[in-house]
């Protein structure tokens, strides 16, 4: 990939940041300002400047990309090569009003983001698919844009969280024409302005990381938006069935049924976490967010759990028979020894009030079967979800089919979206970060793009011509 090669600029910090608002308050007024510099928002600001425009990128913690040092328990699985494989993007996204995701990755692809940071000298490796920086560092990937914002010249201000937006009609752009700049206030009292926007503050996931979700209130209902109610996803599930106490802290492997009004919806396989609380690890993350959906639309919520899940029911037809045929002369947690944890045992039994003392002679078949069919199908009665704090992603906000191929706003010009901002919430696996990158490209593409149309004014003919401030000054002389 050919990158623009813009020499050095200031390295940002403070020092930088107030320097940007001096700039942006004079002559300097971008074509394109990013407001949020994570993982969507910072490949937007990157794409934007390599298309040629002079982009500023605000945000709101002390050093950019702080979500992305967190992910991937610190290592950062940047993208999935099941994306390269001709997927159904419906099974691995989930998008609020059900548009297909074709379009935008057919544009920034999986293979895409990968060549993109290998051009940029960043190494990368997968495991079985999951693709992470050759370091296993998620700091590399923080730093890499760092280097390639600073190489684009791409202004950065940091420590100041956006607190308004608003047209600044009749304003002047930096080349002299009247076009109608966006307003951008900063919790400071400070003012930017810029001819594009690009919203990419995130959902309200991790408002560790400075994700309070105010972002959605910047537009909606202020510039014709709407918001599907956010929820945490990525998170485990919470139940207040009591008997689960019995196994907290067990991992082991299962799968997960999740079941939606009395329906079975959706599966998924891997280690389990039982908790005090309820259950987690990633196959309940997979299947959250359609928990928490269901839970808020006040369906009922049902997690079935199958400890055994490599057995075939006709292997485990087999084991049940055997072991009704031995001598059941023992207590019941020896009877069924070599199945499942202990304290699975435990919790299955609980639920049916027996000890795991108690003679399994004094158990009919019947019973026993029972209890053997609960390590296949033992159901969790889903009350909750864990909350933003702990979640990875956000399911719901701002409505894909808001915005036009590029990812403005449909309803107002110059505003463009990506990321976790948008109602669009992909599985654990790297989908989320592809989905950041792949959201940045197009709209910061889209926003330096529509710089350049007659209407908007021609950054390329500024620069040919110097700056903004020149053109004025000469038709002032004249
Ligand atoms: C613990 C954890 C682990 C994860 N691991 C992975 C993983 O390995 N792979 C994967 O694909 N996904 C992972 N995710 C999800 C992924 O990190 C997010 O989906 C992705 O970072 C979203 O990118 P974004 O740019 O939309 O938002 P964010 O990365 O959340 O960035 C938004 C930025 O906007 C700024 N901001 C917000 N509001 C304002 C404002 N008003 N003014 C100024 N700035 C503002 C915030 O400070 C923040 O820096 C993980 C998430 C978490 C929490």
């Known amino acids: 990939m050919r990158m623009n090669s813009a020499g050095p600029a200031e390295a940002p910090g403070r020092n930088a940041a107030a320097a940007v608002r001096t700039a942006t308050t004079g002559a300097g ?50 993208t999935n090569l099941r994306l390269s494989q001709d997927p159904v993007l419906g099974d691995l996204y989930h998008v609020g009003g059900g548009e297909d995701l074709t379009a935008f990755f057919s544009r920034f692809s999986a293979a895409d983001h990968i060549a993109f940071w290998e051009s940029n000298g960043i190494r990368l490796h997968d495991r079985q698919g999951y693709v992470y920086p050759r370091t296993d560092q998620a700091s590399t ?14 202004r950065i201000v940091l420590n100041e969280r956006v607190t308004g937006l608003e047209r600044a009609r009749g304003r002047k752009d930096r080349i002299g024409h009247a076009s109608d700049l966006f307003k951008i206030e900063t919790h400071t009292g400070a003012a930017y302005y810029a001819r594009k926007v690009i919203l990419a503050g995130g959902g309200m996931a991790g408002p560790q990381y400075g994700c309070s979700g105010d972002m959605y209130a910047l537009v909606a209902p202020r510039f014709g938006h709407t918001v599907r109610k956010p929820l945490p996803a990525l998170v485990q599930l919470l139940s207040d069935d009591k008997s689960l106490k019995a196994s907290s802290g067990v991992r082991c492997s299962a799968m997960i049924t999740l079941y939606i009004g009395g329906e079975p919806v959706c599966s998924d396989s891997g280690e389990l976490q039982m908790t005090e609380k309820g259950i987690s690890g990633i196959p309940v993350f997979q299947l959250s967010a359609l928990a928490a959906r269901a839970l808020e639309d006040g369906e009922g919520v049902l997690a079935e759990l199958d400890f055994l899940p490599e057995l075939s029911d006709k292997d485990w037809e087999q084991e049940m028979v055997r072991r009704l045929r031995e001598d059941r002369n023992c207590m019941l947690s020896v009877f069924f020894l070599g199945l499942v944890n202990r304290k699975i045992l435990d919790l299955i039994f609980r639920r049916r009030g027996l000890q795991a003392e108690k003679k399994a002679s004094g158990l009919t078949g019947e019973d026993l079967t029972a209890i053997m069919r609960d390590m296949r199908a033992f159901r969790v009665k889903i009350n909750g979800t864990g909350t933003f704090a702990q979640a990875q992603v956000t399911s719901g906000g701002i409505p894909l089919s808001e915005t036009d191929a590029d990812l403005q706003s449909k309803t107002a010009a110059g505003l463009y979206l990506a990321g976790e901002l948008l109602d669009v919430d992909g599985l654990c696996g790297g989908y989320n970060l592809q989905w950041a990158a792949t959201s940045g490209r197009i709209a910061g593409e889209g926003a330096a793009k529509a710089c350049k149309s007659p209407n908007s004014g021609a950054y390329g003919e500024a620069r040919e011509k110097g700056s903004g401030q020149d053109q004025i000054r000469k038709k002032r002389r004249k």
Do not use: Q
């Open 141 to 154: 990937i923080a730093e890499a844009y760092e280097k390639i914002l600073r190489r684009l010249k791409v």
């Open 29 to 78: 007024i971008p074509d394109v300002a990013v407001i949020g510099a994570g993982a969507s928002g910072c490949m937007a600001a990157v794409s934007a400047a390599m298309e040629g425009a002079e982009v500023l990128l605000i945000d709101a913690n002390d050093r950019i990309c702080r979500k992305i040092y967190a992910t991937g328990n610190g290592r950062c699985n940047l």
